[in-house]
């Protein structure tokens, strides 16, 4: 069975996109729209995101006008987006929406992994839902020189110092990458 890993870019100040949903911040960042190879898991076999970060791409993307792009950019890779709401899907796109918890899709969610890995991709507060269902195993980040006045934060919960330990931290280009596993509760 593989990890499940939460890996995503956030700001100094512990925001993922800003108040309007946005991760425009990000690719102002020198590489933000190109990053380097290793910092995201790009051998992962699942995707899991939230219905904003998956509404967001679809948008930045233009994914529903170009549905050919979906397999440019995910190829076969099964794409889980956790909603409340029906959303579109591109043409020929391999998009499963769940509702619910967590722990409820999570069947699902590994079986189509296989021995594989499974990235969240974003938001935190699904992150911390995988976190609180004791599923999540690796955090990792790429912290990038920006910081906002608000938005979305990266956990909106508690995490204290006995759930994670530094595995490692490095520069990357304008980035600083910080990888952390997550221990038992």
Request: glycine fraction near 10%.
């Given at each position: 069975m593989g990890r499940i890993i939460f890996d995503t870019a956030t700001t100094i100040n512990g925001?993922?996109?800003?108040?309007?949903?946005?991760?425009?911040?990000?690719?102002?960042?020198e590489n933000g729209d190109d990053p380097a190879?290793?910092?995201?898991?790009?051998?992962?076999?699942?995707?899991?995101?939230?219905?904003?970060?998956?509404?967001?791409?679809?948008r930045h993307e233009q994914l529903l006008e170009r549905p050919e792009r979906w397999r440019e950019l995910y190829g076969e890779t099964p794409t889980?987006?956790?909603?409340?709401?029906?959303?579109p899907v591109p043409a020929g796109a391999d998009v499963r929406l769940v509702?619910?918890?967590?722990?409820?899709?999570?069947?699902?969610?590994?079986?189509?992994?296989?021995?594989?890995?499974?990235?969240v991709?974003?938001?935190?507060?699904?992150?911390?839902?995988?976190?609180d269902a004791g599923?999540?195993?690796?955090?990792?980040?790429?912290?990038?020189?920006?910081?906002?006045?608000?938005?979305?934060p990266l956990f909106p919960r508690r995490v204290g110092p006995d759930r994670l330990r530094l595995v490692s931290a490095r520069a990357?280009?304008?980035?600083?990458?910080?990888?952390?596993?997550v221990l038992p509760a």
């Open positions: 925001f993922l996109a800003d108040e309007h949903h946005s991760l425009d911040w990000l690719f102002a960042v190879e290793g910092l995201y898991p790009a051998d992962a076999a699942v995707l899991v995101e939230g219905s904003s970060t998956y509404e967001w791409v679809l889980f987006v956790f909603t409340s709401r029906r959303l509702s619910g918890d967590v722990s409820s899709a999570l069947p699902e969610i590994r079986a189509a992994a296989g021995d594989g890995d499974i990235w991709v974003g938001g935190g507060d699904l992150a911390g839902q995988f976190l599923a999540l195993d690796r955090v990792e980040l790429s912290v990038a020189p920006a910081a906002l006045s608000a938005g979305a990357v280009g304008q980035f600083a990458r910080l990888v952390y596993d």
